[in-house]
């Protein structure tokens, strides 16, 4: 195989493994179960189901209020006194994962309230069949007049409430009832309550709130927190605080609980916050299958370096041009020999004599003023009768006399020969 094909191959399977991952990644960002009616108790919408007016209800009376669009995992603990206290949870459609409940617990037991407004319990997604979750949800979405045992008998799900109240049941869907309402929960004693559904068994719970007979409200304690079981998740939405003294009542439980803030879960409506590619990226790479990619990439590296392979055939650097000194002194002579500049000539020549003996003494030398050292020049074995020859022919072709040939090679073989053997 020649080495282009190799490299088209490798890029093409390159390419190949990034778009898998991309469509693992955006498996992984979960999807929304179709929603025609868009009817559901979320604090983005104004119709009568929606919860958006008790959103900014708590805004104007509570110290903080405000939406919470990420997994439950990442919910700061109540332990910082600047985490919000309360949790509401009204009518999730989307079941709560093994390690968000787990995260939900510890959050309960550090001192958070959770309001959760739920008529089937809150299904709590099977790690070995996770669709069977998401069929109790679908199931109570799609079929509200059916009774709650029905649903657990046919879909067997574990919910989050039957971890904590396992004998817990809730009754048939009613006609809207709007009547007056008591419990310890209730500002005053007593408030007008409207509601369509309430808990047929409470499991040994706390009653906080009650119309006659019809138990609306429930206490589980947790730890050092508590869950507040609303039997009807309607109790939240728009339609019903206009009607009744509800919102009084939820505002009443946020308040007398930790800090008083309060967040109000999205992520269950399917409503997630959206994170671009790095965030999604880091995420896959703290998962199981993310180790993994990240140990086949070192793998793949280490694999690069110890056998030094390489996308293309191996190349030597390009050689530096060299020329011979011979031909550089070839080419600078034919230059002096086409201008017919001797004098010029023999001037460089006694210029690069004076460099040399510049270097051999540490200081500048001139060649006509060398009066220094006559005795040692006189014992230099004839290099002062080479130097006194060199300044004649210098001075010759300086007055503009014409040098003959062997004339101008004795002044380079004089300057060559007193610079191999420099003055003393």
């Given at each position: ?122 299904p709590v997604r099977d790690r070995r069949r996770p669709s069977d979750a998401e069929e109790l949800a679908e199931s109570a979405h799609e079929a509200p007049e059916k009774d709650t045992q029905d649903l657990k008998e046919t879909a067997r799900g574990e919910t989050y409430l039957s971890r904590h109240a396992p004998r817990m049941q809730w009754s048939k869907p ?251």
């Amino acid at each position: 195989m020649r080495p282009q094909t190799r490299n088209w191959l490798t890029a093409t399977l390159a390419i190949s493994l990034l778009v898998i991952l991309a469509a693992v990644l955006g498996s992984l960002t979960g999807q929304r179960n179709p929603d025609p009616f868009l009817r559901r108790p979320s604090t983005f919408f104004t119709d009568e189901s929606g919860a958006r007016a008790l959103l900014l209800v708590m805004k104007r009376l509570l110290p903080s209020a405000e939406q919470w669009r990420r997994p439950l995992n990442s919910l700061a603990l109540p332990s910082d006194q600047s985490a919000p206290s309360t949790l509401i949870v009204a009518g999730p459609e989307k079941p709560i994962t093994q390690t968000e409940a787990e995260h939900l617990d510890r959050w309960l037991a550090e001192g958070g309230q959770l309001i959760l407004a739920t008529d089937n319990g809150w299904p709590v997604r099977d790690r070995r069949r996770p669709s069977d979750a998401e069929e109790l949800a679908e199931s109570a979405h799609e079929a509200p007049e059916k009774d709650t045992q029905d649903l657990k008998e046919t879909a067997r799900g574990e919910t989050y409430l039957s971890r904590h109240a396992p004998r817990m049941q809730w009754s048939k869907p009613e006609k809207v009832h709007n009547q007056r309402a008591g419990g310890g929960s209730l500002p005053g004693g007593e408030l007008n309550l409207q509601w369509r559904r309430k808990f047929s068994a409470t499991d040994d719970g706390k009653v906080v709130a009650a119309a006659g007979a019809a138990v609306l409200g429930v206490e589980i304690p947790v730890g050092r927190g508590r869950i507040v079981a609303l039997a009807d998740p309607s109790i939240v939405s728009n339609g019903a605080l206009r009607e009744a003294d509800n919102a009084i009542w939820l505002v009443a439980l946020a308040a007398g609980w930790g800090n008083g803030k309060v967040l109000m879960d999205e992520y269950h409506h399917g409503f997630g916050q959206r994170r671009g590619a790095a965030a999604l990226t880091w995420a896959f790479l703290k998962t199981p299958w993310g180790w993994c990619v990240l140990q086949v990439i070192a793998a793949g590296l280490l694999y690069l370096f110890g056998y030094r392979r390489r996308f293309g055939r191996v190349s030597e650097p390009p050689a530096p041009a060299r020329s011979s000194p011979l031909e550089l002194i070839e080419a600078r002579a034919g230059v002096f020999q086409a201008a017919a500049a001797r004098a010029l000539a023999a001037e460089l020549i006694v210029q690069n004599l004076a460099q040399d003996l510049a270097q051999a003494y540490g200081k500048p030398v001139n060649i006509f003023d060398l009066n220094h050292q006559p005795e040692a020049m006189s014992k230099s074995d004839g290099a002062a009768k080479q130097l006194a020859a060199l300044r004649a022919l210098c001075a010759k072709a300086t007055r503009g006399e014409t040098l003959t040939d062997q004339e101008f090679v004795d002044v380079g073989r004089m300057a060559g020969e007193i610079a191999q053997k420099p003055l003393p």
